[in-house]
Nanobody, 127 residues
């Protein structure tokens, strides 16, 4: 059974850092790209970052480049999203999702390309 479980969310002050984890089961990260998405209150879901273990490729939305870093630990079946210099606009529920097999990795920040999703973890950036 395919599962993705996010953790690591919480309350952080502007300028602070958080590390989110996405632990997967039922498949191996060696064959699937994993994306991070977020949905702020009243807004559409947007792709934030994604990574593929098969070729080491990573992708970032322009809004988080230079501040967020995605990484994969295949031995732990976990994908991390290190978020630094957080801004209040980063307040959202963060989700991880799996790219449908066979699709090119560059699609992995497009939510229509993902087939399984976690339930999300809330990140609140506020003073």
């Amino acid at each position: 059974q395919v599962q993705l479980v996010e953790s690591g969310g919480g309350l952080v002050q502007p300028g602070g850092s958080l590390r989110l984890s996405c632990t997967v089961s039922g498949f191996t990260l060696d064959y699937y790209a994993i994306g991070w998405f977020r949905q702020a209150p009243g807004k559409e879901r947007e792709g934030v970052s994604c990574a593929s273990s098969s070729d080491g490729s990573t992708y970032y939305a322009d809004s988080v480049k230079g501040r967020f870093t995605i990484s994969t630990d295949s031995a732990k079946n976990t994908v991390y999203l290190q978020m630094n210099s957080l801004k209040p606009v980063g307040t959202a529920v963060y989700y991880c999702a799996r790219l449908r097999r066979g699709l090119p990795n560059e699609l992995c920040i497009h939510d229509s390309a993902m087939d399984y999703w976690g339930k999300g973890t809330l990140v609140t950036v506020s003073s």
